[in-house]
């Protein structure tokens, strides 16, 4: 049996984007269960994937899939993942991979200790600059105009601003989902090549109702999250078309 919409938040939510002028209250009330309804539904049939958002290193944006310009994301921190990835230079799936930054696995199934591999060693990069095996920092995350949490990674140089931000969290009792992030760009160079640096502030508290709605939806996808496949686009930053300023090579 079909339940009312009992808020009228959860209801704007259902139908933002619909037009109900001309619509008596108990229409625009049956539309928003009928709506809510075949949302659910329409996730059937699929594997769903969260849409991944990217970064614009010269224009410092974020780029979503549709490719709208973004300056600022507000977001729902659901759920972080240290992950590593070591590619062949031309390659778009890594040599060897990590989803949680202390076990690497490579091509051939074989398992290493990320901290006692030769590749994470600082001057293992190319022409011994940095690390060959590059550390990122995945995020998931719900946004106030996503019904579905969305993807986004952060490449090597905005490791330290993400600890740093969520470390100063933990210190204050601030949980991920109990206040919303700020999150926005700023440039900076790194051996000579242009990246985009990430920079996060503290958003709006989330209100306890929405906390428990909150943390329903990230139990219903946190676990495939987890093994969702690193490629090249984990660790690579977009650059305007036309520029010739690639990001920093594998």
Same mark, same amino acid.
């Given at each position: 049996?079909? !339940?009312?919409?009992? !808020? !009228? @938040?959860? @209801? $704007?939510?259902?139908?933002? =984007?619909?037009?109900?002028?001309? /619509? !008596?209250?108990?229409?625009? $009330?049956? /539309?928003?269960?009928?709506?809510? @309804? *075949? #949302?659910?539904?329409s996730r059937d049939g699929i594997n769903f994937r969260p849409q991944r958002y990217k970064i614009n290193k010269d224009? $410092?944006? #974020?780029?979503?899939?549709? %490719?709208?310009s973004i300056d600022e994301l507000k977001a729902i921190v659901l759920f972080k993942q240290k992950t +590593? %990835?070591?590619w062949e230079e031309g390659n778009t799936t890594p040599l060897c991979s990590s989803f949680d930054g202390i076990m690497g696995t490579d091509e051939n199934g074989n398992s290493r200790r990320c901290a006692e591999c030769p590749q994470n060693a600082w001057g293992s990069g190319k022409e011994g600059r940095g690390k060959a095996c590059k550390e990122m920092r995945r995020m998931f995350l719900l946004t106030?105009?996503?019904?579905?949490?969305?993807?986004?990674s952060f490449p090597p140089t905005?490791?330290?601003?993400?600890? *740093?931000?969520?470390?100063a969290r933990l210190t204050n009792r601030i949980s991920d989902i109990a206040r919303q992030v700020k999150f926005s760009l700023v440039p900076t160079t *790194?051996? %000579?090549?242009?990246?985009?640096?990430?920079?996060?502030? *503290? =958003?709006?508290?989330?209100?306890?109702?929405?906390?428990?709605?909150?943390?329903? /939806? +990230? $139990?219903?996808?946190?676990?495939?999250?987890?093994?969702?496949?690193?490629?090249?686009?984990?660790?690579? @930053?977009d650059a305007v078309e036309g520029t010739g300023d690639d990001p920093e090579p594998y």
């Open positions: 049996m079909p !339940t009312a919409v009992t !808020t !009228t @938040q959860a @209801q $704007q939510l259902i139908l933002a =984007g619909i037009d109900t002028t001309g /619509l !008596t209250e108990a229409e625009v $009330q049956e /539309l928003a269960i009928v709506m809510g @309804q *075949n #949302f659910e539904e224009a $410092q944006v #974020f780029v979503d899939p549709f %490719g709208n +590593r %990835g070591l106030p105009d996503n019904a579905l949490p969305i993807q986004i905005s490791i330290g601003a993400i600890d *740093n931000f969520f470390s *790194n051996n %000579g090549y242009k990246f985009a640096l990430a920079v996060l502030k *503290n =958003g709006d508290d989330v209100p306890p109702k929405q906390i428990l709605d909150v943390n329903k /939806l +990230r $139990q219903k996808f946190v676990d495939s999250w987890k093994n969702i496949a690193i490629d090249d686009e984990d660790y690579m @930053q």
